[in-house]
């Protein structure tokens, strides 16, 4: 059992004046593994404040300093690669391959960022005009449970290249894996007080650091409906928001694309992060024509997916999060049935053999885009297929969604894919691919899956804001 009764505050690991507690569990098996102590209005109100006080000097740094720092917090990710990786597998169920791609990433935006933090332009000068790029002040992070390091990392590297310093509040389910990546911070040789992490549940520290007027900016992972409360909330002391939200993908296969490739694609792309991430392709959009032959080859193709057996390489889907993910997932797997959805394969209770939180995966075939199953973010392995007769159709089907967050397309004719592409609402487009190898790209939302830009410079823009020197 592992005790998590520390929080950090201006570089210190410190008890926290919060009483609260909550179990961790290890999702594979349901046992309880760990407990976090949680922090309360006090102990946030002391992170702001630590933050607040280092702020003064740090928005004073060089990109020089800067850089050295990013490049240490990237070194100190590798250098406890290992035990980041098991505490990923232990307390969020991630299969192993998964987990390791995940955590060199984590270290990999602290160098993005550093290169993007480089080349940025924090000054320009003008004709009769100076126009600086300051740092906005103190950021507050709330991050989720799917993927604790690189949605820490995320909203950090850029805090520091802009020269900010950051309260984060992780979720509190993912607490063993945040301690880990804590005592990397740590060892980074970072200012003290420019990076805090205080365990808390979003009603209390999240809230707190929603309302606080010290607080410039609020960046959060998580899904819409908190997405909403924050974005709200954080209006009253006109706080600027980043909110990286849910979505529903759409996965567009084309009437010409190579079924052999592009149905193992799907599924790869729908289940990714055992169906537990935000950008999964969830809506799988096919011609009718070709339904029977697709749904053959779904068939065929869940037969390599690996349930299950965590520490093989092979393995692809791990158990959900918690208890309730689990629920929650059992409930729209009934709903797609309740509504006349087909089950192609999966279905209701656990996989064969597994215990704990896992679900099975589940396709479901006959799906209109009107069930809820098709329009609801479910953030599980649950997917649908669903038929289209022209392009067009497919396209308006792909757009018929409150999200935009991220579509798919399959096509022999990657021209043509990229017109289509061009039509879909979305902040990113992959086309015969589940992976943008582009580094310098921006992630984020079109419509209700968020607001602003992460990544590279666009994730140091969201931290800065222009002033006007003028004689
Ligand atoms: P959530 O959106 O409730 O929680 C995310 C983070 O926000 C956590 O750190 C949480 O403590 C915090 N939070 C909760 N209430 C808050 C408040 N009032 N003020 C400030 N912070 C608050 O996500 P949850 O409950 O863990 O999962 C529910 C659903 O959200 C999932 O089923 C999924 O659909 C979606 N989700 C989407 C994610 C994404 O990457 N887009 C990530 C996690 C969840
Ligand atoms: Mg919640």
């Known amino acids: 059992m592992k005790i998590i009764d520390k929080i950090y505050v201006d570089g210190r690991f410190t008890a926290p004046h919060g009483t609260a507690t909550q179990d961790l569990y290890n999702p594979s098996t349901g046992e309880k593994i760990g407990i976090v102590h949680l922090g309360d209005q006090i102990d946030t109100d002391q992170a702001i404040e630590a933050a607040k006080k280092a702020f003064v000097t740090f928005s004073k740094s060089t ?3 800067r850089g050295e720092i990013l490049q240490r917090l990237h070194d100190a990710i590798l250098a406890n690669e290992e035990e980041l990786n098991k505490a990923a597998v232990e307390e969020y169920g991630s299969p192993i391959s998964a987990t390791k791609g995940r955590t060199r990433y984590a270290a990999q935006i602290f160098r993005d960022t550093k290169a993007a933090m480089e080349s940025f332009e924090f000054e320009k000068q003008l004709e009769y005009a100076t126009i600086v790029n300051e740092p906005l002040g103190i950021i507050a992070a709330i991050t989720p449970w799917n993927a604790d390091y690189t949605h820490i990392c995320g909203k950090l590297a850029p ?3 802009a020269g900010c310093t950051i309260v984060i509040k ?6 063993l894996q945040t301690q880990i990546l804590t005592e990397c911070f740590d060892q980074a040789g970072v200012p003290k007080g420019v990076i805090n992490i205080v365990n808390g549940t979003g009603p209390v520290v999240g809230t707190v650091l929603t309302a606080h007027p010290d607080i410039a ?21 006109m706080k600027r928001v980043t909110l990286e939200l849910g979505g529903k993908s759409p996965n567009i296969i084309l009437e010409d694309a190579d079924l052999q490739k592009a149905i193992p694609l799907a599924l790869a792309i729908g289940f990714s992060n055992s169906g537990q991430a935000c950008h999964a392709g969830t809506r799988i959009l096919v011609p009718e024509s070709k ?14 997916i690996r349930i299950g057996d965590l520490w093989n390489s092979e393995s692809y889907i791990g158990p959900m999060v918690s208890q309730k993910q689990y629920d929650t997932v059992q409930r729209y797997i009934q709903s797609g049935w309740d509504q006349g959805a087909e089950i192609l394969v999966g279905g209701p209770g656990h996989p064969e053999g597994l215990g704990g939180f896992y679900a099975k995966p589940t396709v479901f075939v006959n799906v209109t885009p009107e069930m809820i199953i098709a329009k609801e973010e479910i953030f599980g392995p649950v997917l649908c297929v669903i038929t289209y007769k022209t392009e067009e159709e497919a396209i308006t089907i792909a757009n018929d969604t409150i999200y935009g967050l991220s579509a798919y397309i399959s ?3 990657t021209e043509k894919a990229k017109q289509i592409a061009r039509q879909i609402i979305s902040g990113r487009v992959l086309i015969n691919t589940a992976v943008n190898r582009e580094s310098q790209s921006p992630f984020g939302g079109f419509k209700q899956s968020g607001i602003g830009r992460t990544s590279w410079a666009y994730g140091i823009d ?4 222009p002033k006007v020197i003028a004689v």
Request: glycine fraction near 8%; charged fraction near 25%; charge should be negative.
């Open 63 to 65: 990109v020089k300093e």
């Open 462 to 465: 969201e931290y800065v804001e």
């Open 159 to 161: 805090a520091i290249a």
């Open 291 to 304: 339904l029977e032959e697709i749904k053959s080859l779904i068939i065929e193709n869940m037969k390599n």
């Open 170 to 175: 992780p979720s509190e389910l993912s607490a």
């Open 411 to 413: 096509s022999g004719d």
């Open 217 to 237: 900016v609020v960046t959060f992972t998580g899904s819409t409906q908190i997405g909403r409360v924050i974005g709200s909330k954080a209006a009253e002391t």
